[in-house]
Structures are given as C-alpha cells and as structure tokens.
C-alpha cells in the first residue's frame, strides 16, 4: 500500500515538474553542437589567415588588395571598356551587386569584400559538407571540410574575391540537386555562373545527378532538371547581353580579357607551355601557379580512383586545364579552389589519420606563408 | 496499334520535357539580366566618353604638339614604342623629341634625357602629358573613367567646337606617391574624339599644348629611334 502511494506521488511529481522547459533550453544548442568543430576550423584557418595579413601590413587592405580594386570599382560606378588596357568588364557581375548590397545597409566597400567572403565560407562549408557526407559519408566530409577551411591558397577566401561565395553555390546547387530541388539548383548553378565563369562547370555534375535519376523523375521534373543544367549557361549568357546593353559591346568580357593578356585560342597551351620558362624567368611566382596544376590534376585522380563521381572529376579537370588556353598559367591556384573534386581527393589521402594531421598542419604552415606573399603577388 | 498510347505518352513526355527545360533556361537568362540592371549602376556619360578617348590614344603610337611650359614654346614629337633599357631589358614607353633641344625618354625607371640636354626644372610628367604623349595621356585618361573622375564640359578650341575633359586631381598614378598629385584637362573632337589641347598642372608647374595624332609611318618612326643609346640619366 505504501509503495502504490509512494509510485502515484512520483507520478504526480513527475506530471507536476516542469520539465518541458528543459528541451526547450537545449534544443538550439543541440542543433549548434554538432556544427561546432566546423565552425572551430573555419575560424582558425580566418584567424590565421587574417592575423598573418594583419602582421605583414596592419590594414584591411591587404585584404582588399588586386582583383579586389576591380570589384569594388565595378560596384561602385558600373562597368566600363577602355579598349587595349585592363578593364573591368573581366570581372563578373554577382560579387559587385553583393557588394553594393553590403554598402547600401552602411557597410563601407572596404570591409564589405572581406566581411562576405569570410562570412560566406561558414555557410559554403557547410554545404560542402552535407554534400560530401551524401557521398562518401562523415568521416570522409569532415576530412574534406577541414582541408577546404585550411587549404594554403584559401586565403583567398578571406579577401574581396568571389570564390568563398562561389564554392558555396556550386557545392549548395549540386546538393539541392541531390534533394529533388532542381528550381533551387539551377538558381544557385546560374548564381555561381554569374559570379565566375567558372560556375559554368557546375552543369556537368547536375547532369551526371539527372541522368542518374531519369527513370526515377516524370516528364515535368525532367524539364526542371534539364533547365538545372541549362541555367549557368543562360546565366552566363546573361552577362555579354547586360554589357551590350550598358557599354554597347557583348564581348567586353574577352576584350578586356586581353588586357590582362589573355586570350582564349586552341593551341593556347601550346603557347603557354612554350613561353613557360621565359615567363618563369620573368616572374618567378608563376611556379606557385604550375605546381598547382600539377597538384589539383593529382588529387582529380586520386579522386577518379576512389571512386567519387565521374562529372565532378570532369568538370574539375575542365576548370583546371582550360586556363592555360588562354595563353597563361597565372592564377590557376586560386582557380581550383572551386573544384570540390580537389579536396575530395586530398580527402582520400587523409583517411591515414597520421597523414590526415600531416596534411593539416603542413597547410597551416603554408597558409601563413601563403598569405606572406599577398603584398606582392596576386592569388 | 497497341503501341500507339505509349509512343504518344514517351512524345508526349519529351515535348513536356523540353518546354519546361527551355522555360526555365530562358527565365533564368531573364532573371541573370535583371539582377545586373537592378544591382549595378550604369557608368557615366563623362566615364564613357573618357573611355573611348583613352581607347583612341591608346591605340595611337605617335602625336605632334606646341607646347608651353614656364613661358617657353616649342614644338615635339612623341613616339610609343618598344626601347631598351638601362637594365638591357626592352620595355615600352615614350620617346619626346623636341625640336632643337634634345629628348626624353621614359620607359620604365628613370627618365633618361640625351646627352647635354638641359634638364628641366619641373618634373619630366608634365612634359610627357603635354607633349600628347599618347600612352601617358591615354593611361591617365582611362585612370580618371574608371575611377568616374572626369568632369566633361562643351568648349571651343580654336574657334572650333571641342569636348573638355577635365580630370579629377588624384594621387600620381605612376608613383603612388602621396602628396604628388597632378590635375589635366584634355579637349578632343565631339566627333572624333581626336585630342585638340591639353592643360596640365604637375606639381608647382602647369603649362598647355595644342596637340594631334600624327600617323607613325615606318621611316618617320626610324627617324626618331636612332640613336635612342645616346640617352643617359
């Protein structure tokens, strides 16, 4: 009798308690916590990034410095052509409109490429890593995540370039894709394209998704996957008519190309392979860029090998060797940051956890010397 | 006959496919435009004229001008051209050649001046800015467009209806020094944009000239490179 009274009395209790508050509480925490070691990488590869800035010249500047300068100036006063002189027609248009976004609510043009590039990488990390979770699983996109927060030429998505936002779209299109959301993918594949012509690329992995999934999809579905894959590329379109529209010439973009002294041609890479050692020779920072074609080329393979999807590996080999068309190697660097395939493949390698530490702490060290070099060589 | 629903759906199914796919790339060939015109400014009219200006001089190699600085007039060439340099390297610059009174050279370094040549007691940029120098001229020009820094004005030049392009006083572009700034004025043709007059202040100093592009033929251009070697610091 007594233990009956005693199990109603805790019942009651327990009925009277307010512990519905309690998950209340810890909800939001329990949503934050496992996003926290994400956010605990992307700030040391930021703080590193920015305390080295800061040590070799204490301004926000060296932030904003180069192609930076061209941005700004786009969303500042529009796009103008000066024929035969660099102009900044070759800088696409999304990057400058967030920009003057960012200005509009008070944010100075100074620290709005800097604030949005390093806020955009949280949310670009995220996203690759859901993305890379649904294809190899945790441990592996935690690995691949990590890299992308630390990789040496990351530093660039700290500065007033477009490729922390860009990496994030190209990552965040291809997931939606993954979902079923073929009208968000195709928006986020047109953003990325809008934003670099690299964005383009991003179409060969939504077709290899949509073609996977084509018996799986009716006819309306289709047409929306389909216009997923079309919609970089109408997207790209987009900018040669908005610059015939403004400054009267839709090929502004490979005019002022030329300024930078590139050109677009079929035995361009017969060209700069030829010229390699007289460009070396001019200016010795180039091997940074020819070691990083080498390097992204090796982890694409690596990549292949491990069996990750065939249309990433393509569509990062694409934006690797396609440059160098161009006549030049400059930059190559900073273009592979927007090929996730690469940090997949670097992934791969760290699944030894001595070479998976191996592989963080050596881009540390190289992140700090990278970002040394920022006041005199362009990323 | 019993095939015929199928083939009509799979028909059916493509036509459906297609639409939808060639929609959304036309809509989203639409929204990429809009988001253009909606978040970017359009480039002033000064901005765009200075550009085309710039354009023109850029594309030129060689100007003939009446120059006068400090109260002396005289007449110059300047060519655009590839010379050697001090370091023994070849790099592009501009060569002034004054009639009866020497040459200048800037081509990267510093200027060289020919042998016995007075040098002159304001800095050589001036010289290079009013002699129509069509590189240094062209590359300020495009520097104030692009920075929207160009205050355009209608005026007359000789009588004769001309553009005046005046440009934002800004921080020595070729130096970056702080302080060292420069100010110009350049008056070109409303239909041609052929430059007529420049004014320009570098410094303490300014002066004017009435400038024009002269056509770089091979054997006035041989007349003016040799000997370049003669040039010194």
Redesign the interface.
Known sequence: MTIELERETAAELRAAAPVVHVPEIAAPLDRVRPWLWLVGWWALGRVVTIATAMAVKPSIWTLSLWDGKWYRMVARFGYLLVPSRQSDPAFFPLYPIVLRGANTIGIPYEFAGPLISNLALVGTLAVFYLLTRDLKGEDFARRATIYVAIFPFGYVFSMTYPESLVLGLIAGSALAARRGRWWVAGLLAAAAALARPEGLFVALPLLGIAWGRRRSLDPQARGAALGAILAPAAALLAYPAYLKNVIHDPHAWQQAQQGWGRHFHALGIVKAIEHLPNAIAYDHWLVRDVVAVVLYLALLAVAARAGLPRMWILAGVVVVILPPFSGAFDSISRFGLLVPAVFWGLAVLGRDKRVDWGIRVLSVGLLIGAVATLPYVFP | MRNRPDTLGIV???A??????????????????A???A??????HS??VG?NV??LL??SRLSASTLTIEGKTQSALCLHHWFLRADRRIGRGSLITFAGSGRWLDNGGPIRFEAGAQKPDFLPRLGFYLAGCTSDL??RI?YA????AITLRQATVGGKPALELRLGRVRDWVTRKKGLVDKVSIWVDPATYEPLAVWAKVGKHSGYARVHLVRATPALVHRLLVPVTRLVR
């Open positions: 059916k199914g493509v459906v496919t297609l639409a939808v796919g060639a929609s959304t790339a036309v809509a989203f060939l639409g929204l990429g435009w988001v253009q015109a978040g970017l400014p359009a480039a002033s901005s765009r550009a710039a354009g850029l594309r062209g590359k495009a467009a692009q920075l929207n």
